[in-house]
């Protein structure tokens, strides 16, 4: 069953723009990841939250997580057209599994 | 380093046809993981493995589905007859994972059409 559920579905920005994406999930969780895939190609790991982590930067992506929502959003600031993928949020349960449930995705165009 | 490898890249066949995919994880990696991605279902984790021993295999649809894992470098998906339902491009993921975290690293994909 899906765990992560982003929102929106679909997004598309003109370059230099921010993007934000969202994930809700509904079980607790150990930690949170996203992912970036490019068409055609497999999943890239961008970056991981853990349980007791607020908030995580990695260059141009900035990652929030609100255990009490249930949820997570993933910040791209200044984005670029080579930025243009689907990204997924993944969240790993506690209780000892090692199961990554993803998300359907949130596709990203970033406009020239 | 070379990454998770993944073959064929691309197959088709025929409805009742035998498919066989093949998986070599990132050398050192005591993880694997099988995915389906298809449009309407997203990426479904079919099985996974942590020191080639299967841990939960929840995910496979049906008995037409298998997979091995012999040893720590190589990895099979069978399925036994194809039917048309199973198109889909079926990933495999390796990770070194700790209890409660890791990141995979995924391959390329395999795009199976059956006809």
């Known amino acids: 069953s899906q765990q992560g559920e982003e929102d929106p579905q679909a997004l598309s920005i003109q370059e230099g723009e921010n993007a934000t994406m969202n994930c809700s999930y509904k079980?607790?969780?150990?930690?949170l990841q996203w992912y970036r895939q490019n068409s055609g190609r497999g999943l890239v790991h961008l970056i991981l939250?853990?349980?007791?982590?607020r908030e995580k930067h990695s260059g141009r992506l900035r990652v929030t997580l609100d255990t009490s929502k249930k949820s997570s959003s993933l910040l791209i600031t200044a984005s670029r057209a080579a930025d243009t993928a689907s990204y997924f949020c993944?969240?790993?349960?506690?209780?000892?599994?090692?199961?990554?449930?993803f998300g359907k995705g949130t596709k990203l165009t970033v406009n020239p | 380093d070379a990454g998770v490898i993944q073959s064929p890249r691309h197959e088709v066949t025929e409805m009742g046809q035998e498919v066989t995919l093949r998986c070599k994880p990132i050398s050192g990696h005591n993880s694997l993981f099988w995915y389906r991605q298809t449009m309407m279902r997203g990426l479904e984790l079919l099985i996974y493995f942590n020191n080639n021993v299967p841990i939960d295999d929840s995910g496979m649809p049906e008995d037409r589905f298998s997979a091995k894992m012999p040893n720590a470098s190589f990895s099979t998906l069978k399925i036994q007859p194809s039917e048309p339902r199973d198109s889909a491009v079926y990933f495999c993921?390796?990770?070194?994972?700790?209890?409660?975290?890791?990141?995979?690293?995924f391959g390329e994909g395999s795009r199976l059409t059956v006809l």
């Open positions: 939250i853990r349980s007791n982590e």
């Open positions: 079980t607790s969780i150990n930690n």
């Open positions: 993921a390796s990770s070194l994972l700790t209890t409660g975290s890791g990141e995979l690293f």
């Open positions: 993944a969240t790993e349960r506690g209780g000892g599994s090692e199961k990554l449930v």
